[in-house]
């Protein structure tokens, strides 16, 4: 008798209604992220396109050795852990400092215009992106034009200089993406209970002391998560902005994983190589998160899970 009550209760028609809501993102997660994850087993083979995956020999580990045997290697995961790095040193927090002067704005107008502006390269292509920093960024273009016309300095080749491209690359990311990071913070700082900022303007708190004590603290649930996040994806990069920027000049800093992959990969049809190196990163990006995970919950009682 419980348990048909317990099935008359799943099975009722608001929890029907919500089980045919939640189907269409289930099957999405299923059928494209969780179903192609069985193809990994080509790492272990020496896959052939024709033969498929179930006449295709095993190989075991191998491809995993010839990845760090290849000489290039290390050069490839140190340029990707240094860009990965960049972005998470200065890309991280620029949306919430962004968020936290935004949140000071009281002209609403003028407040929901900057978000507007901030959040529209979300929205533009990697090719509309790069052609516009390529040509800003060119011998004749307006920005070698400023520094000629303030400091009389010739023209700088910064797209094919080493010494600027992990810099460029990094920077318009940031400009890129902080509108999308920003918004996430300020519908976060919206859920705050206005009347502990009420509470504080009567004790004699500032502004200053109002964002410290009350809204940081309150912004790092979504903090914690969004930093996680971002560190499991270290070895993750836009690979369409790398193929948009790198050139043969700049190839030894800016050379990647992900651009590796796609030139031995798919040019290449080193399909096999290419997966264990897939897997190879996802246990990487595990095991930050799991680390990352477990000292946040020590030191903040924050976690994703």
């Not at 704005?105 to 959040?119: A, E, G």
């Not at 303030?150 to 600027?164: A, C, D, K, Q, S």
């Not at 990069?237 to 193929?243: D, G, P, S």
């Amino acid at each position: 008798m419980h348990d048909r009550f317990r099935l008359r209760r799943i099975f009722s028609r608001p929890q029907i209604a919500v089980f045919l809501i939640a189907t269409p993102g289930l099957l999405h997660f299923l059928l494209f992220k969780y179903y192609p994850l069985l193809g990994n087993v080509i790492a272990f083979q020496d896959y052939d396109l024709f033969r498929g995956i179930w006449r295709s020999d095993w190989v075991g580990l191998d491809h995993f050795v010839q990845m760090f045997q290849y000489g290039e290697f290390v050069k490839i995961l140190r340029n990707t852990l240094l860009i990965g790095v960049y972005q998470l040193v200065f890309g991280f927090p620029a949306p919430l400092l962004l968020a936290l002067l935004m949140n000071e704005i009281r002209m609403i107008w003028f407040k929901r215009v900057t978000q507007s502006v901030l959040y529209l390269p979300h929205f533009l292509s990697w090719i509309i992106v790069g052609s516009m920093f390529v040509e800003l960024l060119a011998p004749e273009g307006p920005f070698n034009a400023l520094l000629v016309r303030l400091f009389g300095i010739n023209p700088v080749y910064f797209m094919t200089e080493p010494l600027y491209f992990r810099g460029i690359l990094v920077s318009v990311g940031i400009w890129k993406g902080i509108g999308w990071g920003t918004i996430i913070y300020l519908a976060a700082m919206a859920g705050i209970n206005p009347n502990l900022y009420e509470a504080a303007v009567m004790d004699g708190a500032n502004r200053r002391r109002q964002m410290t004590a009350i809204t940081i603290p309150a912004l790092m649930p979504a903090i914690v998560v969004l930093f996680l996040l971002n560190v499991g994806h270290l070895l993750d990069k836009n690979v369409e902005q790398m193929l948009v920027f790198l050139n043969p000049l700049v190839r030894d800093v800016g050379e990647v994983i992900d651009t590796y992959v796609y030139r031995v990969g798919l040019i290449g049809a080193q399909y096999s190589y290419t997966t264990a190196i897939g897997i190879f990163k996802s246990v990487v990006g595990l095991a930050l998160v799991v680390s990352l995970n477990q000292l946040s919950k020590r030191m903040t009682g924050e976690t994703i899970y």
